[in-house]
Nanobody, 121 residues
Framework: QVQLVESGGGLVQAGGSLRLSCAAS????????TGWFRQAPGKEREFVAT????????YYADSVKGRFTTSRDNAKNTLFLQMNSLKPEDTAVYYC??????????????WGQGTQVTVSS
């Protein structure tokens, strides 16, 4: 079992930055790939980024490539999402997830409760 808790969301102006954290508990975190998804009001949850178990391989949605960076610290059971050059269309609830390396929701078994990110224009 892995429990995930996101933090770091908030309100930021367009062009600004935020860093999301996802604290994991449970012995199997280092055995899981991890990912980030987001859900904007009235829209389906969409893939943002994923990182493999070792942290050596990442993959991003085209909409965030070059602006967002995901990383992880297995010693501290923590996942990160650094978000730069934020745009109003990045406004959403952001979720971290743990499971298999992939870009679809069913690749992941464990989910956090989400943290709100709001980007003002």
């Amino acid at each position: 079992q892995v429990q995930l808790v996101e933090s770091g969301g908030g309100l930021v102006q367009a062009g600004g930055s935020l860093r999301l954290s996802c604290a994991a508990s449970g012995r199997t975190f280092s055995h899981c790939a991890t990912g980030w998804f987001r859900q904007a009001p009235g829209k389906e949850r969409e893939f943002v980024a994923t990182i493999n178990r070792s942290g050596g391989t990442t993959y991003y949605a085209d909409s965030v490539k070059g602006r967002f960076t995901t990383s992880r610290d297995n010693a501290k059971n923590t996942l990160f999402l650094q978000m730069n050059s934020l745009k109003p269309e990045d406004t959403a609830v952001y979720y971290c997830a743990a499971g298999n390396y992939g870009t679809i929701q069913r690749d992941y078994t464990y989910w956090g409760q989400g943290t709100q990110v709001t980007v003002s224009s």
